[in-house]
């Protein structure tokens, strides 16, 4: 998310719904929470005391780092790991409804930081899991992302963001043990995207399109001032010059026409990609006509930077202790929890056998818990597709 901004919490419960049919067989599947921190950089419990993050780590599943799509944005990165496609906006899932039960969703103004506020959300999931007999939840905290973006990833404020969060995790275990969910839930802890330190004047010349082309002669339409990342849409018959006078107009800009972006993105093939489409390296923002932007901190990079990267851990009765599992790309989460809640996924592009050493059982590892392809399943119902559409309020 960009910009200082105010908590937005969301808890949507998937399951449960008319819609909704588990997998038939015999084994008993257990409930799940998924949490996200927003702008959550793998590295932020390094150089800070994380007692309880540390007990995760003993008690369950820490990956190296967790990558996500590219945009490294907000939205299209929860799109992806509730849907293991690359949803937004070149994806080929299709929004289909809120797909939920029950949400709760505060203004934008809302306070993001507030301790107390935080423990009270944990206490409704648990009362969710525990008297409404919810199978799967999903809790979204606005931080570190805000005080990364006002004041720097690198700050005293983003480490004391990380003790709050941490102390919230406490809590978090706590609760499930007071509601005896101890052996009935599984919890993955994730993100959305790292964050990364912004160059400004005078240590860089920054990057003024301006400086370049006439918006008012080449441009219709423009996405710029929003960081690392921007597309245009040039007046008809001036794409090329567009694209000529861009492409090597700065040393750290990266300039491509639409059809030749690279592949390795997932991102350029849909209809809403403007003509041209350009990304900055890491720590640059591309500007407009004016320079309008302030952000200490900020993502939205290449997700090959490991300023991109993000956390991933997992605890529960169906996850190893102590396992320290291999860098992988957020795409796979959603078959891991569709195994985990034992419902047949949509078409997806993820793989379970990327999460599968993570889990004490690995029964069912070749059946239909690890259909991806983006074909056509032999369910016919969407199970997890809730977080991903309720997300489309959120700025990112």
């Not at 998310?1 to 908590?7: E, F, I, Q, Y």
């Not at 190296?64 to 949803?87: G, N």
């Not at 209809?271 to 302030?294: H, K, Q, T």
Request: with cysteine; aromatic share 12%; net charge negative.
């Amino acid at each position: 998310m960009t910009g200082p901004r105010a908590l937005t919490l969301l808890l949507s419960i998937l399951l449960g719904w008319a819609g909704g049919h588990p997998v038939p067989g015999t084994k008993s599947f257990r409930k799940l929470l998924l949490i996200s921190f927003d702008g959550f950089r793998w590295d932020y419990d390094q150089d800070v005391d994380t007692p309880n993050m540390d007990r995760l780590a003993q008690e369950g599943v820490k990956a190296k780092y967790l990558t996500p799509p590219f945009v490294t944005m907000t939205s299209p990165s929860h799109f992806t790991t509730i849907s293991a496609s690359f949803h937004y906006p070149g994806g080929g899932a299709k929004y289909q409804g809120e797909a939920v039960q029950r949400s709760l969703v505060e203004s934008y103004t809302h306070p993001n930081g507030n301790e107390t506020e935080w423990r009270q959300n944990i206490d409704i999931v648990m009362n969710w899991f525990t008297k409404e007999d919810f199978d799967f939840v999903t809790l979204y905290y606005g931080e570190p992302d805000s005080v990364g973006h006002l004041y720097g990833p690198d700050t005293e404020k983003r480490r004391a963001m990380i003790q709050q969060i941490d102390r919230t995790i406490g809590y978090l275990l706590e609760a499930i043990g007071r509601h005896s969910l101890t052996e009935h839930l599984n919890v993955i802890i994730t993100s959305d995207h790292g964050m990364t330190t912004m160059k400004k004047k005078p240590n860089i010349t920054e990057i003024l399109l301006s400086n370049y082309i006439s918006f008012k002669d080449l441009v219709q339409f423009d996405i710029v001032d929003y960081g690392g990342f921007g597309m245009l849409l040039p007046k008809l018959g001036q794409e090329e010059a567009v694209y000529q006078a861009l492409k090597n107009a700065h040393p750290h800009l990266n300039v491509y026409k639409k059809e030749e972006f690279p592949e390795r993105f997932h991102f350029a093939k849909h209809e809403r990609v403007l003509p041209i489409v350009m990304y900055a390296d890491s720590g640059y923002s591309i500007s407009g006509r004016f320079i309008l932007y302030f952000n200490k901190g900020d993502h939205g990079f290449d997700n090959v930077y490991m300023d991109m990267k993000t956390i991933f851990r997992a605890f529960g009765p169906d996850f190893k202790k102590n396992h320290l599992a291999e860098p992988f790309d957020s795409i796979h989460i959603y078959p891991l929890m569709c195994k985990l809640l034992g419902v047949t996924p949509e078409p997806h592009n993820g793989s379970l056998a990327v999460t599968q050493e993570m889990l004490v059982d690995t029964y069912d590892l070749h059946t239909e818990f690890c259909y991806n392809s983006l074909a056509p399943t032999p369910a016919p119902y969407v199970i997890l597709g809730g977080w991903g559409e309720v997300y489309l309020i959120i700025r990112y």
